[in-house]
């Protein structure tokens, strides 16, 4: 059964001084149900899809049952939650183990709403069905974006209810990343631990995701600027497609680069950088334009925790840190140019080109443009009635765009397909996302799959997407999105 299943799972985890996990297992559920199984993702990471579609495997997704050999753990962690330092850890979640896949990669399998573990401080360790599942649809959304993500391989209903505002059905998301090491690992590691156990958990660290600096001069600040590298890509790329994380604390930050935890997330409708969808973010810590920023706090909190390893003198060691900071800052303003001169249709650099976005944006906020469809129209050169388009300022605009795009050696058409290439057509629209929850809530799952299909190639540009470009009918009520999942 095994064999024919493909699991071949590892726990180089383990090999951390145990401060860092805790051996737990998934809590046993009344009735799993499997609700969606991502087959392409199965078939890469070496397991067999018909075969995790048996009793026996949606038994081991729903926790119930556990692979023979496996050694499920929840990992310690702590974080700063909205600015402020909490011990966290796996509180709803376990590593059932890291796939070792054909490509010779490694990827944790976790199950998330798995039941109380010794982190769950108050909470009852679950998770429901409609969060679980907007999560596959984001992730895998973001994914087919070409961004750096977690995965989602499975999403199997329990059968059982959880209490939150209401009684909710309960369910479990079996989640691929390249690990779940977050800045809140280290800075674990810095508050609760000794310097032995801090330098056991960055040497794990290169091994895993930089083993390029394995054994050169000062490791600890290189890997800080890799990181540090990572989200200046990352976040670039959130900010070209539009995407609100929504809760960027440093917990919800991983080492490897990849988006983690998709809870209040949503992607922004009309451009405006103060758009924030959580409930709980009043303040906009982590509105749209903000990201960036954020994303340089949490790496200062990441560089805090490595000081004493990057060097024994502190101020020295603080000195070589804050340059790591600025270069990431000054990275991400790179990425980002370079990303939006794609979506411009633009190959080579001028030094006017920021100004050219810049006023851009400009007309987008004040106009109301909606993020994704500006870039669809300026791809097309098809600008129907919005009052943008129709501005005197988006005419001089043009003129000057267009002069600029005979700036470069390529031709008209290549530069169309440039544009097609970095402006996806389509995107998880809330109201989208949110009629396929509310069909599945009702036992319809064609809605969901319909639009997980249209969603698995953005940069499609064809008719079945078209549908997907809409807005929504009405936008005057404020989308809003939760935490509580
Ligand atoms: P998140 O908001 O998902 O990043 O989670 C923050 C922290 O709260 C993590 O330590 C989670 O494990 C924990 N947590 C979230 N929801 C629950 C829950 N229902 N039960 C126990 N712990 C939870
Ligand atoms: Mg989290």
């Known amino acids: 059964m095994l064999k024919e299943t493909g699991w071949n799972l590892d726990y180089s985890y383990t090999r951390l001084p145990e401060t860092f996990y805790t051996r737990t297992n998934p809590t046993p559920v009344q009735s799993p149900k499997l609700i969606k199984l991502n087959e392409s993702l199965a078939t890469s990471l070496g397991l067999n899809p018909e075969s995790l579609k048996s009793e026996d495997m949606v038994s ?5 049952d556990i692979p023979k050999g496996a050694s499920p ?8 939650q909205f600015g402020h330092p909490n011990m966290l850890g796996d509180g709803r979640a376990v590593l059932l183990g890291e796939q070792l896949a054909p490509n010779d990669e490694r990827f944790d399998i976790q199950l998330k709403g798995s039941g109380r573990t010794p982190y769950s401080r108050g909470g009852d360790g679950r998770a429901a069905l409609g969060p ?39 369910a479990i998301l079996t989640r691929v990343a390249a690990s779940h090491l977050r800045v809140g690992t280290f800075e ?3 508050r609760y631990t000794e310097k032995e156990e801090l330098k056991a958990l960055a040497d794990y660290t290169i091994k895993r995701h930089y083993p390029h600096i394995e054994g050169v001069e000062k490791p600890y600040l290189l890997l800080l600027k890799e990181v540090a590298m990572r989200q200046a890509k990352l976040i670039s790329q959130w900010q070209l497609v539009g995407f609100i994380h929504g ?6 930050m991983t080492i490897s680069g990849e988006t983690i935890d998709y809870g209040p997330c949503a992607f922004m409708n009309e451009y405006d950088p103060s758009t924030v969808f959580s409930s709980i973010d009043r303040q906009g810590r982590y509105a749209y334009g903000n990201q960036p920023n954020i994303g340089g706090w949490n790496l200062a909190r990441f560089a805090e925790t490595l000081l004493p390893l990057i060097h024994d003198n502190q101020d020295e060691a603080v000195k070589m840190a804050q340059d790591e900071i600025t270069n990431y800052i000054n990275q991400y303003q790179r990425n980002w140019i370079e990303g939006m001169r794609a979506k411009l249709g633009i190959f080579n650099a001028e030094e006017e080109d920021k100004s ?6 400009n007309m987008m906020q004040k106009h109301r443009g909606d993020f994704t469809n500006t870039f669809r129209s300026l791809t097309y050169e098809e600008y129907g009635e919005h009052a943008l388009f129709n501005s005197t300022e988006f005419s001089e605009w ?28 389509v995107i998880p629209r809330n109201h989208r996302v949110e009629e396929a929850l509310e069909a ?20 499609d540009h064809d008719n079945i997407q078209e549908e997907y470009c809409k807005l929504p009918e009405s936008t005057n009520i404020p989308y809003q999105t939760f935490c509580g999942t």
């Not at 081991?60 to 119930?64: D, I, R």
């Not at 753990?73 to 700063?80: C, E, I, T, V």
């Not at 050219?356 to 944006?361: R, Y």
């Open 60 to 64: 081991v997704f729903a926790g119930n």
């Open 73 to 80: 753990l929840a990992q310690a962690y702590a974080g700063h």
């Open 132 to 170: 679980m599942l907007r999560e596959y649809i984001i992730s895998e959304a973001m994914h087919a974006l070409r961004i750096p993500t977690t995965r989602s391989l499975a999403v199997v209903s329990t059968g059982e209810l959880i209490q939150r505002e209401t009684a909710l059905p309960g």
């Open 188 to 190: 674990y590691a810095a």
């Open 247 to 252: 809760v960027m604390n440093t917990d919800n």
């Open 356 to 361: 050219l976005v810049e006023d851009l944006l």
């Open 398 to 425: 043009s003129d000057k765009w267009k002069a600029r795009r005979k700036r470069q050696n390529q031709s008209n058409d290549d530069s169309q397909q440039l544009m097609k290439d970095s402006n996806p057509a």
């Open 440 to 459: 599945a809530g009702k036992g319809d799952y064609t809605v969901l799959e319909r639009l997980v299909q249209v969603l698995s190639n953005p940069f």
